[in-house]
C-alpha cells in the first residue's frame, strides 16, 4: 500500500469505518458525514468546498479564529528547533516563560502553573493536587471531593466522578469514591429568557452546608464547578452564587477549583471568569483557548501557599508524583506563546465586552419562535433551549444542529440545547448571519 497518498479531497475518497469518533453518534454521522478540511478567519471550508461560518470557535477553543499564521510559524519554528524535551528532573526555557506570562494575565495571587495537555487532564491535575495538598498540611482525613450535577470536567475518571452529566458517567462503572455533588443552577422557571446572569438561584449554594453538616468539613478536601456550565448547555451562575461558594469553602477550609477550560482567555470578557465575576477560588483548570486550539495544552493555576505546603523535606525529593510525558512540550509551548501575543495586540482578553451587549440583543430576539422555551448569554455565549419532542428528546435539538450546518452555520447541540461560542474576532455581520440561520431553521424545523 502507498502510504504517501496525497490528503482525501472529497468524502468519496475516504473510508470512515476505522475513525471511532469521540463524542458521536458514529452510524448518523456516518452515513451523512460533515468533513471540515480547511479554515481561515470565522469560516471553515468542508471537503466539497461549501463555506460554513464558526460559531463555536471549533469546540469552545479557537478564540483568535482559524489560521493564524503567527502561531503556524511559531510552532514551525519550534518544531525545527527543539521538537521534544523532557520535563521530568529536565527542563527547556519556553515553559518556564509561558508560566510566566500566564501568571500576568492570570487572577492576582495565582502565581503557579501545572502543565498538561488537555481540560481533562488539567482537572485531574488540579484533583490530586487538592488531595495531596489537604495531606501535606496535615490534614489527610480530607479525600472527599464535591461537584455539581450537570457539571462536565472532561473524561477522565476524576472528572467523570465529579462531574454530573449522568451519560458520561452511567456505561463505566464505579467512579471514585467519597464524591458528592451540588444541584445545578438551571432554574426555567424562575429564569427564562434572562439577558446576562439570572437573578434567582444564589441561596443554591448554601447547599454545601448541608453536605459539610453531612459529611464533616474536616473530610472534604475540595469542591470543583465550572464558572459558567459550557457542555451542559450554557447554564449560567446566579448573581452572587459563586461568591457565596468562595465564602462558604473559605469558612471552611475547603478548597474551591474552578474549571475554566472553557471561560478562560477571553470567552467572558476577562481573561477568566474568576475576574469577570470577582471571585478567586484557590485552583483553575484551563485549556482549550490557550494554544487557540492549534496543539493540545491545558494549564492548572495555583496559588503560590498551595505549592509552598509541598516544599519540606529533603531538597532532592520529588514534591509531587504526577505530571505528564508532555508537560510543557515545546511545541505547544510555541503556539500557547504565539497566542497570547495575538490576544495582547488585539485586545481579545476583554473583546466579548463590547460585543456583548449586541450579541445578547441578537440571540434574543428568537424569543418568541415556536418550541423556544429560553435563552441564555454571558460574554460571547449563547443557548437557545428548544422544547424536547414528546418521545424523543434530542431529535429536535440535532435537526436544528444539523440543518444549521448544511445552511452555512456550525453550531454546538447538547440535547435540546442549540449553543454559539463564536472566536472572539467576530464581527456584528457575522453575529447577524448566526443567529439569522438559526431563526430560519428553528422556524422550518418548528
Not at 101 to 108: F, G, M, N, S, T
Not at 148 to 176: D, P, T
Not at 351 to 356: G, K, Q, V, W
Not at 413 to 420: E, P, Y
Request: charged share 20%; glycine share 10%; aromatic share 8%.
Amino acid at each position: 500500500m502507498n502510504t504517501m497518498q496525497h490528503p482525501a479531497t472529497s468524502q468519496q475518497d475516504l473510508s470512515l469505518d476505522e475513525f471511532w469518533m469521540p463524542f458521536t453518534a458514529n452510524r448518523q454521522f456516518k452515513a451523512k458525514p460533515r468533513l471540515l478540511e480547511s479554515a481561515e478567519g470565522m469560516f471553515y471550508t468542508d471537503v466539497e468546498g461549501r463555506q460554513v461560518l464558526d460559531a463555536t470557535a471549533g469546540l469552545w477553543c479557537c478564540n483568535a479564529g482559524h489560521g493564524r499564521k503567527e502561531i503556524s510559524e511559531a510552532v514551525a519554528r519550534q518544531i525545527a528547533k527543539l521538537d521534544f524535551a523532557p520535563t521530568f528532573q529536565m527542563g527547556h526555557p519556553l515553559p518556564f516563560q509561558l508560566a510566566e506570562r500566564l501568571v500576568e494575565i492570570a487572577p492576582k495571587g495565582l502565581n503557579r502553573v501545572f502543565f498538561t495537555n488537555s481540560g481533562s487532564e488539567s482537572v485531574d491535575t488540579a484533583l490530586k493536587i487538592a488531595l495531596a495538598y489537604q495531606r501535606a498540611r496535615g490534614e489527610g482525613t480530607r479525600t472527599r471531593l464535591i461537584g455539581r450535577e450537570l457539571g462536565y470536567h472532561g473524561v477522565g475518571f476524576g472528572g467523570i466522578s465529579v462531574g454530573g452529566m449522568v451519560n458520561n458517567r452511567k456505561a463505566f462503572g464505579v467512579q471514585l469514591p467519597g464524591v458528592d455533588h451540588l444541584p445545578h443552577t438551571l432554574d426555567l422557571e424562575r429564569n427564562a429568557f434572562t439577558r446576562g446572569l439570572p437573578k434567582q438561584g444564589a441561596e443554591l449554594a448554601d447547599q454545601l452546608e448541608k453536605l459539610v453538616a453531612l459529611h464533616g468539613a474536616e473530610n472534604i478536601a475540595a469542591v470543583i464547578v465550572e464558572p459558567m456550565s459550557g457542555s451542559a448547555g450554557v447554564i449560567l451562575p446566579p448573581q452572587g452564587y459563586l461568591k457565596r461558594l468562595r465564602e462558604i469553602t473559605a469558612k471552611h477550609g475547603i478548597l474551591l477549583i474552578f474549571d475554566e477550560v472553557i471561560t478562560g482567555y477571553g470567552r467572558l470578557g476577562e481573561p477568566f471568569a474568576a475576574q469577570r465575576w470577582e471571585v478567586t477560588p484557590d485552583i483553575i483548570t484551563t485549556a482549550k483557548g490557550l494554544t487557540n486550539g492549534a496543539i493540545p495544552m491545558g494549564a492548572v493555576f495555583v496559588s503560590e501557599q498551595i505549592q509552598d505546603a509541598f516544599m519540606h523535606g529533603p531538597q532532592g525529593l520529588i514534591e509531587l508524583f504526577h505530571g505528564y510525558t508532555y508537560s510543557g512540550h515545546p511545541v505547544a509551548a510555541a503556539a500557547a506563546l504565539a497566542t497570547l501575543d495575538i490576544y495582547q495586540r488585539d485586545g481579545l482578553l476583554t473583546r466579548a465586552r463590547e460585543l456583548e451587549v449586541y450579541w445578547q440583543e441578537a440571540l434574543h430576539s428568537l424569543q418568541g419562535l415556536a418550541h423556544v422555551i429560553d435563552i441564555r448569554n454571558t460574554g460571547l455565549v449563547g443557548a437557545v433551549h428548544l422544547a424536547s419532542r414528546e418521545g424523543a428528546p434530542g431529535a429536535r435539538g440535532y435537526e436544528v444542529f444539523e440543518a444549521c450546518y448544511w445552511d452555512g452555520v456550525m453550531v454546538r447541540v447538547t440535547g435540546d440545547i442549540i449553543a454559539m461560542s463564536p472566536p472572539l474576532i467576530v464581527e456584528k455581520p457575522h453575529i447577524d448571519r448566526i443567529v439569522e440561520v438559526l431563526g430560519n431553521v428553528i422556524r422550518r424545523t418548528a
